[in-house]
């Protein structure tokens, strides 16, 4: 009888020493980056796990996003050599928790992930035949936790300027902008939409009405909803409130786990801009866009 137990609490703990046989994963990377593991120095590479007695060495004009085994994020910007060890000095403490996000946001940007998702890129069909394409989920993952609202889309095939008409569940029109680029922002807080709980929003261009957008759904979260999001966000929260790209990475990784793509859409674009020369963060916000059909 005892053998069993025996045999199932070696391995409970052999697991938990291999889920910790690492001080950092690396989520995202720029430049001609290395690591020495052992004696010989090698370009790393996204997702790739770093040892305690590992060293980087970072070249000019580079950045590197990692994230600690508790799930602490921390950015590296400059030119020269880091001991992992003395990066793990850098960072106190961190919850669990957020390894869930950090993780998900590695396997669905690993190699074997963008492998399958390039053969399926040419049967995902969103039914929206328009010109006007609209970087927004399909109704049933319309839902809203935060008030802005980033709406953009692809202005290869119809020129500007486009008018974009906003309005509530009666078709009434609450809004109505022109403008000469390919995105715009909501802020649902504005006294024009702040007492509706969903909304339309539609983009035409302004020489041919005709080319005009799939009509697309924005819905706040019911209060149960909200309360439930809220309290899940409460627990990362603390470890990923500074302004910084890696930080709006992860949320994004939070807000798709959560089925909340418009949210998602938003953290991508904060992490786009707060590092416009990193291309992982543009790479990995065009995977989103395809693996959910919100882009073919």
Known sequence: ????????LLTFFSALAFAQDYAFKVLANKGTNEVRSGNDWVPIKTGASLKKEDELKLSANSYMGLVHATGKPLELKQEGSYKVSDLEGK???GTSVLTKYTDFILSSNSAEAKKNRLSATGAVDRGDNAAIQLMLPQNQHSGIYNNLAIISWDGSKVAGPYIATIRNMFDDELDQLETPETSFQID???PKFSKE??????????????QVSKQHLIKKLAPAEQE??????????GEVEEQTALNKFILAGFYEENNLFIDAISAYDEAIKLAPDVNAYKEAYDDFLIRHGIKR
Not at 228 to 237: N, W
């Open 1 to 8: 009888m005892k053998t069993p137990v025996l045999t199932l």
């Open 91 to 93: 960072v106190k403490g």
């Open 188 to 190: 649902l807080s504005d």
């Open 197 to 210: 709980n969903a909304l339309l929003i539609e983009v035409k261009s302004k020489s041919d009405p005709k």
């Open 228 to 237: 439930s999001v809220k309290k899940s966000l409460s627990e990362i929260m």
